[in-house]
T-cell receptor
């Protein structure tokens, strides 16, 4: 299967700091997605990106679809305690039927 | 309330004892899929279904079966579970494969001894 490399694996930050994480793939995707997973729950979609170079925001979250279509990054500004969780990137196959997830970034926010 | 429901949420079983994890969605979604989540590996797709009676393999289908006889249900079957199938399993559905918005269940933690 296709491998998505996500970094960093984990982050420990102070409340109020900005966060940045990224995801790279060996293959091209037409859609990049970012999900967040809270403890004991399933992932929830945060942002979807459909076009190379696209920059999309959702509140304090900003994500970009890399020009090469093989990478994406997610920024969180002014982190708060409820940002704690695991963040996953995902690439969607051209057919739309298959999803390939990154290995996840575990975020801890220290109040 | 729109949701994807999985059962059981937790299960401990023994090698070789057939089990089924059920998944049901109340959103009339056509697309459904199963994933397993393992530490350091993220989520990996096991099987997916584009509609009733239409299923296909994902990245890690070995040792699993699925069926889609009704639109709302997509059970995951382990005919002869083995310890390497110990994992956290998620079912997800989507109304629109174009947007990539998957709605996930709460997960089923399976331990095979």
């Amino acid at each position: 299967g296709q491998q998505l490399n996500q970094s960093p694996q984990s982050m420990f930050i102070q409340e109020g700091e900005d966060v940045s994480m990224n995801c790279t793939s060996s293959s091209i995707f037409n859609t990049w997605l970012w999900y967040k997973q809270d403890p004991g729950e399933g992932p929830v979609l945060l942002i979807a990106l459909y076009k190379a170079g696209e920059l999309t925001s959702n509140g304090r979250l900003t994500a970009q679809f890399g020009i090469t279509r093989k990478d994406s990054f997610l920024n969180i500004s002014a982190s708060i305690p409820s940002d704690v969780g695991i963040y996953f990137c995902a690439g969607q196959s051209n057919t739309g039927n298959q999803f390939y997830f990154g290995t996840g970034t575990s975020l801890t926010v220290i109040p | 309330e729109a949701q994807v429901t999985q059962n059981p949420r937790y299960l401990i079983t023994v090698t070789g004892k057939k089990l089924t994890v059920t998944c049901s969605q109340n959103m009339n979604h056509e697309y459904m899929s199963w994933y397993r989540q393992d530490p350091g590996l993220g989520l990996r797709q096991i099987y997916y279904s584009m509609n009733v009676e239409v299923t296909d393999k994902g990245d890690v289908p070995e040792g699993y079966k699925v069926s889609r006889k009704e639109k709302r249900n997509f059970p995951l079957i382990l005919e002869s579970p083995s310890p390497n199938q110990t994992s956290l399993y998620f079912c997800a559905s989507s109304a629109d494969r174009v947007t990539g918005e998957l709605f996930f269940g709460e997960g089923s933690r399976l331990t095979v001894l």
